[in-house]
């Protein structure tokens, strides 16, 4: 009996230190494309709807929900591509790059954000290449830890299908955010390929 005792509490004790070793992270479930296929990705998607955790992003971009332009370019030869985004805001091109590096996970890339001072995990839930890419972003800020969520939909026309957003609706409720809350960008003009860099 004493053994028995004894043994019950070595589990509790065991136990205990597991919770406070091993803490509970709300992590996305991040699962990507399956046999994703690189270079079919690369090229030029236009971002048409996005949602996110982070209000301070939330606000920024319903301040002003225009359609980004988006070109990406891979050299093979290297562990990274570059995505060049550029979007008419108040009679402007605007246009920034980004590096992103290839990680172990094909469908999985990695930036960081000096900015804000975030790392932030792209994946690719969703995409036929041809016509549509479900992105899932999880960002996390340092020092403070402060993690976000944000999901994209890229389509290679500024337009989507009424199935395409029902199936993006669905992958933004399954990480904990409501179909209400997506913003969906609108064209309000594009860029001529002369256009300079601001």
């Not at 199935?163 to 179909?179: I, N």
Request: charged letters at 20%.
């Amino acid at each position: 009996m004493q053994w028995a005792g004894s043994a019950v509490s070595l589990l509790v004790l065991g136990l205990a230190w597991t919770l406070q070793a091993s803490p509970v992270h709300h992590k996305p479930l991040n699962l990507t494309q399956e046999n994703f296929d690189l270079g079919r990705f690369m090229g030029k998607w236009y971002e048409v709807a996005v949602v996110s955790s982070c209000p301070h992003y939330t606000r920024r971009k319903s301040a002003d929900p225009v359609i980004v332009a988006l070109d990406l370019q891979h050299v093979t030869s290297e562990g990274n591509f570059t995505m060049t985004a550029t979007s008419f805001r108040n009679g402007t091109c605007k246009k920034t790059s980004t590096d992103y590096g290839l990680t172990s996970t094909p469908g999985r890339f990695f930036h960081h954000v000096a900015r804000f001072g975030a790392d932030v995990d792209s994946f690719v839930v969703h995409t036929n290449y041809s016509e549509y890419a479900m992105m899932l972003l999880h960002g996390i800020e340092k020092p403070s830890g402060i993690e976000s969520i944000t999901v994209k939909l890229y389509s290679r026309t500024m337009n989507v299908t009424a199935a395409v957003l029902d199936d993006f609706k669905t992958l933004v409720r399954e990480h904990g955010m409501t179909s209400d809350a997506i913003i969906m960008n609108q064209n309000k003009g594009s860029c001529g390929i002369t256009e300079e860099e601001d």
